[in-house]
């Protein structure tokens, strides 16, 4: 039998008394989505922002508007604000943000699949990783792959800062 990747996120989420907020963007609500299909999630879900235009990042999350002027909506630099943005008024110790360009066509030279993840962590003091990837297939598929991709990773991301690694 097959481990359901999802399962395996809760567990270790559990395990490690990780709360998880999310704030995504191009991926739209799908790691909540994904987490909610299993049962007792609660203990491990606090909440989820979804925000698409640069005003909610702004309102909601307190994105820069200096930021997103020059890096623009998807970069590492939105999606790291995005994510401590999410933890701002939370009682979530872990944050996952997505911001991206889901295809089927580029925006702004930015070739379409191209996502944006950023994984916060919080105890005394936050840190964050971030990190951009491609995928591929039309644009459902990028939308399920960011989304497997943001919490499957969320482990490692973890992992590197319990042994002190700092982005």
Same mark, same amino acid.
Request: one cysteine or more.
């Given at each position: 039998m097959r481990e359901d990747p999802m399962q395996h996120? &809760?567990?270790y989420?559990?395990?490690?008394?990780?709360?998880? *907020?999310?704030?995504?963007? %191009?991926t739209a609500g799908r790691m909540v989505a994904l987490l909610a299909e299993h049962p007792g999630v609660g203990e491990s879900l606090e909440s989820g922002y979804v925000v698409y235009s640069p005003k909610a990042k702004q309102r909601l999350l307190g994105v820069s508007p200096v930021t997103i002027e020059r890096y623009g909506l998807t970069s590492e630099a939105v999606v790291w604000e995005m994510a401590l943005g999410a933890l701002k008024d939370s009682t979530a110790n872990v944050a996952i943000a997505t911001t991206g360009v889901a295809g089927p066509d580029g925006t702004d030279g930015i070739a379409?699949? *191209?996502? %944006?993840?950023? @994984?916060?962590?919080?105890?005394?003091?936050?840190?964050?990783? *971030?990190?951009?990837? !491609?995928?591929?297939?039309?644009? *459902?598929?990028?939308? !399920?792959?960011?989304?497997?991709?943001?919490?499957? !990773? &969320?482990?490692?991301?973890?992992? !590197? @800062?319990?042994?002190?690694?700092?982005?």
């Open positions: 996120v &809760l567990d989420l559990k395990r490690h008394a990780l709360v998880l *907020t999310t704030a995504e963007s %191009c379409p699949g *191209t996502l %944006c993840f950023a @994984w916060a962590f919080q105890d005394e003091s936050i840190a964050v990783f *971030t990190r951009s990837q !491609r995928f591929f297939g039309d644009r *459902t598929e990028v939308l !399920r792959q960011g989304a497997l991709y943001g919490l499957t !990773r &969320l482990l490692h991301y973890h992992e !590197r @800062w319990l042994r002190g690694e700092r982005a």
